[in-house]
């Protein structure tokens, strides 16, 4: 906007005094030439901001909205919500909090995106393209036009990595994060359930164990700007003014950062499809019991049920990790996963109804009482034959899935589903048990059943064929039931058989048979060419 | 310059460089070239690699063998290997080498390990003639997009990019490329419209049949059973399926095909 007002219009208003004397004439004519002579300065911007516009009306409007107020159309089904351009508040920043962002700060949200929210990078722009379009968006803000926003002067990384973490535990406890990101960082803190952005919508407090969806990009040094510069617009503070004053010292902000980027793993997880399951002499007890370290961890995404409705367009539920383990008479399968509330909860009350006015406009019922967590696990009747599986959402009347469903109060039972929202128990003696731990912004839930059943109708675990498994998961606290929660995609589970001697047969022979007729030859080789 | 061209010009050697050269051509070449070069495929599955390279192979003997000359110079390599004193040294080392490498590769097919079954599936089966909408019948034999006929081209548009955003936007991303902030979790991805192969090789009235049933409405071949895509049916009206479709045309910069050149054969 400020980008067609800066264009033509000063031109026409200085060519009116030349009606008037000549000394006027000359004054015009003279502030003309200045105007003339400032004019390829002035212009550049204006041109930038009006090419920036149309790119903006193309890629932006949806979500960030006509007028740049972070109201698009799309933006009721975003938390957290596109950005108001007229506020400015900004988040990745290289500048002390309160002040605006550099050109390259800008650049590298278009280039990267924020990963973790809706907003995606932008690698179909070209550079000059995405200059254009930031121009157009400082332009629908005042102050850009007042501020020119300076780099905040960060010591460098002294290095040292790992090291520094355990004495980063200290700063931790010092600076209090532990108060919204909780005391393992998986943003339980006593603080969480309150937070708000300045326009009062529920933010989460980055649950710092899953560092490859931090807005501004994983790594120390990248953890180390935003706590010192802050994410303005959003609880996170400023940790500047606790340098100044001398309450911790440069050694202890870069202990903090390593820490920090320790919480989770230095790159995001690999997806795998199937969950091996070891065979053991003995299986591992309740969820916390150490016989778990050393099996294999397996990652699964998890997002939003948004194909049926009502829909969950921004779930609490991201992700499982999954272990197994066999003994040839029972299946044990340990499911972990980070939920800042253990449900129901009424601490969390008030963050259930934000959430829901927030983000479930679509008209269906929301319960306004406190309500559990959930997880569903997800196989087919029987194992498959062939291609074919039951629909990836809870079946449908033709092919009905075989669950495991827990309830965070009442333990684990049996259910069965003909599709989302129609899972009903069925007892079918199989002996299912669970134990579950809630630590910390995390629950862990052991499931235990015997593989093979006498029953007909319940499924079996064989060694050898893998069966397919899906996910499901409710955060109670964020209104999360029925069809709003997380889904996944149908995976794997696989058994693996005993490793027998036998495996080591065939490829003995197979070196012994090679080594032989390799000899064989090159002796008769030998004799008739010699001969 | 000699030295080379004689390896050049040598049987032997010429037979190895069109095996490694064929190797490299199915291995890489069909699976990632030809897609980044925008030519739609996929990598060749190592059971039919293994087929072509034993046809590579016969060809290659058959090649070589019919000459008796050539025959000979083929075989002096190996000769020289097998007999020659002074290669003792390199006929000790394949002598070990080729036998463990052997049993190495027999130990990595024997071990036990639980792999995923491949899910293969067509991304294009052949659409219903008819379909039901919210219990009323469709045709789609010869249907067009009625809204390039009628109405304010661009207020359609606007209608289309809303729903869309709204709608399509979590999974088939702000860029139609398939890579919204759901896309990661679903198996199979999500389409990507800008991508040549999907709906630039379709009719509008396919893309109609998609949108309305989504997953659940493939047929067999297609496996419903995995595919995240919604049937909008439930949530949207025929108007705004119409108007989506033009947007994710438009947007992509792709166009239908039309009624003509999908009768011309090829089908989906």
Redesign the interface.
Same mark, same amino acid.
């Given at each position: 906007m400020v980008g067609r007002l800066v264009s033509a219009a000063p031109l026409r208003s200085v060519a009116l005094p030349s009606v008037g004397s000549s000394r006027v004439r000359w004054v015009g004519v003279g502030i003309a030439v200045l105007l003339a002579l400032l004019l390829p300065v002035r212009l550049a911007p204006a041109q930038d901001a009006a090419s920036g516009e149309a790119i903006y009306r193309a890629w932006c409007l949806e979500c960030h909205g006509a007028e740049g107020r972070g109201d698009g159309p799309a933006a009721e089904r975003m938390l957290p919500r596109p950005r108001d351009f007229v506020g400015a508040r900004y988040q990745i920043r290289t500048t002390a909090s309160g002040e605006l962002p550099t050109d390259d700060d800008l650049m590298r949200v278009m280039r990267d995106g924020l990963p973790g929210t809706a907003m995606p990078g932008w690698p179909n722009l070209g550079d000059q393209e995405k200059r254009d379009v930031l121009a157009f968006v400082k332009s629908l803000s005042p102050f850009f036009e007042r501020e020119t926003p300076e780099v905040l002067q960060r010591s460098a990384d002294p290095g040292g990595g790992a090291d520094r973490a355990g004495a980063g535990r200290e700063a931790y406890g010092t600076l209090e994060c532990a108060r919204c990101h909780g005391e393992h960082g998986r943003g339980d803190g006593r603080s969480a359930p309150t937070l708000e952005d300045w326009r009062g919508f529920p933010v989460r407090a980055a649950d710092l164990s899953e560092p490859w969806l931090f807005n501004g990009g994983m790594g120390a040094d990248a953890i180390h700007t935003r706590f010192l510069t802050g994410m303005d617009g959003t609880p996170m503070p400023s940790n500047q003014d606790a340098l100044e004053a001398g309450v911790v010292t440069e050694e202890d902000l870069w202990n903090l950062a390593h820490y920090v980027a320790g919480l989770g793993p230095a790159k995001a997880p690999e997806l795998e499809e199937v969950v091996r399951v070891e065979r053991r002499e003995q299986l591992p007890g309740g969820p916390a019991d150490a016989a778990w370290d050393d099996l294999p961890s397996f990652y699964f995404p998890l997002v939003g049920q948004i194909v049926q409705a009502p829909r969950q367009f921004a779930p609490t539920v991201d992700g499982v990790w999954v272990k197994g383990v066999h003994d040839g008479a029972e299946l044990a399968l340990r499911i972990e996963w980070n939920d800042p509330s253990n449900s129901p909860d009424p601490g969390w009350q008030e963050w259930q109804d934000k959430i829901a006015a927030a983000l479930y406009s679509d008209g269906a019922p929301i319960p306004a009482e406190p309500l559990p967590d959930l997880l569903g696990v997800q196989f087919p009747m029987t194992p498959p034959d062939g291609r074919a599986r039951p629909y990836f959402l809870m079946g449908d009347r033709r092919k009905p899935v075989y669950l495991w469903l827990w309830h965070s109060r009442r333990g684990a039972v049996e259910g069965r589903a003909t599709g989302l929202g129609t899972t009903e128990v069925v007892d079918s003696g199989a002996g299912l048990t669970a134990s579950a731990e809630w630590e910390a912004g995390r629950w862990r839930v052991v499931f235990r059943r015997p593989l093979a059943d006498d029953d007909d109708g319940v499924l079996s675990f064989s060694e050898g064929d893998p069966i397919p498994i899906a996910f499901f998961a409710w955060d109670g606290s964020s209104g999360e039931t029925g069809t709003r929660g997380s889904i996944s995609a149908w995976y794997f589970v696989g058994l693996q058989p005993p490793t027998s001697n036998a495996v080591f047969v065939a490829p003995l022979v197979a070196f012994l048979v090679t080594g032989g007729l390799g000899m064989f030859a090159v002796r008769r080789a030998q004799k008739s060419y010699r001969g | 310059m000699s030295r080379a061209g004689s390896y050049l010009r040598h049987p032997f050697w010429q037979a190895l460089g069109v095996l490694v050269g064929s190797y490299l051509l199915f291995k890489f070449g069909i699976g990632y070239v030809l897609p980044a070069i925008g030519v739609h495929s996929a990598p060749v599955p190592s059971s039919v690699l293994l087929q072509y390279m034993l046809t590579v192979v016969v060809a290659l003997l058959l090649y070589v063998s019919t000459n008796e000359g050539r025959w000979s110079k083929f075989k002096e390599p190996l $000769?020289q290997v /097998? #007999?020659d004193s002074d290669k003792r040294a390199l006929?000790v080392v394949?002598? #070990?080498a080729?036998?463990?490498l052997?049993?190495?590769?027999?130990?990595g097919? #024997? $071990?036990?390990?639980?792999?995923?079954?491949a899910?293969?599936r067509s991304i294009h089966p052949a659409p219903p003639n008819q379909i039901t909408f919210r219990g009323e019948t469709i045709s789609l034999t010869g249907l067009e997009n009625p809204l390039r006929e009628h109405g304010s081209f661009e207020e359609h548009l606007a209608v289309g990019?809303?729903v869309?955003?709204?709608n399509c /936007? &979590?999974?088939h991303?702000? $860029?139609l490329?398939g890579?919204g &902030? %759901?896309a990661? %979790?679903?198996?199979p991805v999500p389409a990507n419209f800008t991508d040549n192969g999907t709906i630039s090789q379709l009719t509008e009235s396919y893309v109609f049949w998609r949108i309305a049933t989504?997953? $659940?409405g493939l047929p #067999?071949e297609g %496996?419903?059973?995995?595919s995240?895509m &919604?049937a909008w049916e439930?949530?949207l009206t025929v108007d705004e399926i119409w108007a989506v479709t033009l947007f994710i045309y438009e947007r992509s910069g792709s166009t239908p095909r039309t009624w003509e050149e999908s009768s011309e054969g090829e089908g989906h």
């Amino acid at each position: 906007m400020v980008g067609r007002l800066v264009s033509a219009a000063p031109l026409r208003s200085v060519a009116l005094p030349s009606v008037g004397s000549s000394r006027v004439r000359w004054v015009g004519v003279g502030i003309a030439v200045l105007l003339a002579l400032l004019l390829p300065v002035r212009l550049a911007p204006a041109q930038d901001a009006a090419s920036g516009e149309a790119i903006y009306r193309a890629w932006c409007l949806e979500c960030h909205g006509a007028e740049g107020r972070g109201d698009g159309p799309a933006a009721e089904r975003m938390l957290p919500r596109p950005r108001d351009f007229v506020g400015a508040r900004y988040q990745i920043r290289t500048t002390a909090s309160g002040e605006l962002p550099t050109d390259d700060d800008l650049m590298r949200v278009m280039r990267d995106g924020l990963p973790g929210t809706a907003m995606p990078g932008w690698p179909n722009l070209g550079d000059q393209e995405k200059r254009d379009v930031l121009a157009f968006v400082k332009s629908l803000s005042p102050f850009f036009e007042r501020e020119t926003p300076e780099v905040l002067q960060r010591s460098a990384d002294p290095g040292g990595g790992a090291d520094r973490a355990g004495a980063g535990r200290e700063a931790y406890g010092t600076l209090e994060c532990a108060r919204c990101h909780g005391e393992h960082g998986r943003g339980d803190g006593r603080s969480a359930p309150t937070l708000e952005d300045w326009r009062g919508f529920p933010v989460r407090a980055a649950d710092l164990s899953e560092p490859w969806l931090f807005n501004g990009g994983m790594g120390a040094d990248a953890i180390h700007t935003r706590f010192l510069t802050g994410m303005d617009g959003t609880p996170m503070p400023s940790n500047q003014d606790a340098l100044e004053a001398g309450v911790v010292t440069e050694e202890d902000l870069w202990n903090l950062a390593h820490y920090v980027a320790g919480l989770g793993p230095a790159k995001a997880p690999e997806l795998e499809e199937v969950v091996r399951v070891e065979r053991r002499e003995q299986l591992p007890g309740g969820p916390a019991d150490a016989a778990w370290d050393d099996l294999p961890s397996f990652y699964f995404p998890l997002v939003g049920q948004i194909v049926q409705a009502p829909r969950q367009f921004a779930p609490t539920v991201d992700g499982v990790w999954v272990k197994g383990v066999h003994d040839g008479a029972e299946l044990a399968l340990r499911i972990e996963w980070n939920d800042p509330s253990n449900s129901p909860d009424p601490g969390w009350q008030e963050w259930q109804d934000k959430i829901a006015a927030a983000l479930y406009s679509d008209g269906a019922p929301i319960p306004a009482e406190p309500l559990p967590d959930l997880l569903g696990v997800q196989f087919p009747m029987t194992p498959p034959d062939g291609r074919a599986r039951p629909y990836f959402l809870m079946g449908d009347r033709r092919k009905p899935v075989y669950l495991w469903l827990w309830h965070s109060r009442r333990g684990a039972v049996e259910g069965r589903a003909t599709g989302l929202g129609t899972t009903e128990v069925v007892d079918s003696g199989a002996g299912l048990t669970a134990s579950a731990e809630w630590e910390a912004g995390r629950w862990r839930v052991v499931f235990r059943r015997p593989l093979a059943d006498d029953d007909d109708g319940v499924l079996s675990f064989s060694e050898g064929d893998p069966i397919p498994i899906a996910f499901f998961a409710w955060d109670g606290s964020s209104g999360e039931t029925g069809t709003r929660g997380s889904i996944s995609a149908w995976y794997f589970v696989g058994l693996q058989p005993p490793t027998s001697n036998a495996v080591f047969v065939a490829p003995l022979v197979a070196f012994l048979v090679t080594g032989g007729l390799g000899m064989f030859a090159v002796r008769r080789a030998q004799k008739s060419y010699r001969g | 310059m000699s030295r080379a061209g004689s390896y050049l010009r040598h049987p032997f050697w010429q037979a190895l460089g069109v095996l490694v050269g064929s190797y490299l051509l199915f291995k890489f070449g069909i699976g990632y070239v030809l897609p980044a070069i925008g030519v739609h495929s996929a990598p060749v599955p190592s059971s039919v690699l293994l087929q072509y390279m034993l046809t590579v192979v016969v060809a290659l003997l058959l090649y070589v063998s019919t000459n008796e000359g050539r025959w000979s110079k083929f075989k002096e390599p190996l $000769r020289q290997v /097998m #007999v020659d004193s002074d290669k003792r040294a390199l006929r000790v080392v394949l002598l #070990v080498a080729l036998p463990l490498l052997v049993g190495f590769l027999t130990y990595g097919r #024997v $071990r036990a390990d639980v792999g995923a079954p491949a899910s293969l599936r067509s991304i294009h089966p052949a659409p219903p003639n008819q379909i039901t909408f919210r219990g009323e019948t469709i045709s789609l034999t010869g249907l067009e997009n009625p809204l390039r006929e009628h109405g304010s081209f661009e207020e359609h548009l606007a209608v289309g990019a809303t729903v869309y955003v709204q709608n399509c /936007m &979590p999974c088939h991303g702000d $860029r139609l490329d398939g890579e919204g &902030p %759901a896309a990661h %979790a679903l198996n199979p991805v999500p389409a990507n419209f800008t991508d040549n192969g999907t709906i630039s090789q379709l009719t509008e009235s396919y893309v109609f049949w998609r949108i309305a049933t989504g997953g $659940r409405g493939l047929p #067999v071949e297609g %496996a419903p059973w995995n595919s995240a895509m &919604p049937a909008w049916e439930d949530l949207l009206t025929v108007d705004e399926i119409w108007a989506v479709t033009l947007f994710i045309y438009e947007r992509s910069g792709s166009t239908p095909r039309t009624w003509e050149e999908s009768s011309e054969g090829e089908g989906h």
